[in-house]
Nanobody
């Protein structure tokens, strides 16, 4: 069974950091582009960041640029989202998703924040930023 599992969420104070992990089971991530998305209560799911299968291309939403870093360790079959300088508005359920058609040399753009591009989704991990 193909699964993505997010972990690393929790409660953190404003200005703090968290590192989210997205691990795959039942398949290897090394041929998939991976996206991180988030959904706050009452809001639509939005793209946060994405990374190509080769890690040669990354893309960030303006709201997180300079604060979040996406990376991957294909040997560990895991993609990470390092989140620094967290703000209350970062509070959301964070999801990772896998796209198998992008190709290793893709140049990622905001088009890769379209939900329909992704073939597999995790169940999400809650991130709460509050004092």
């Amino acid at each position: 069974q193909l699964q993505l599992v997010e972990s690393g969420g929790g409660l953190v104070q404003p200005g703090g950091s968290l590192r989210l992990s997205c691990a795959a089971s039942g398949f290897t991530l090394d041929s998939y582009a991976i996206g991180w998305f988030r959904q706050a209560p009452g809001k639509e799911r939005e793209g946060v960041s994405c990374i190509s299968s080769s890690a040669g291309s990354t893309y960030y939403a303006d709201s997180v640029k300079g604060r979040f870093t996406i990376s991957r360790d294909n040997a560990k079959n895991t993609v990470y989202l390092q989140m620094n300088s967290l703000k209350p508005e970062d509070t959301a359920v964070y999801y990772c998703a896998a796209n198998e058609k992008a190709g290793s040399k893709v140049q990622l753009t905001g088009a890769f924040f379209r939900l329909g591009r992704y073939d597999y989704w995790g169940q999400g991990t809650q991130v709460t930023v509050s004092s």
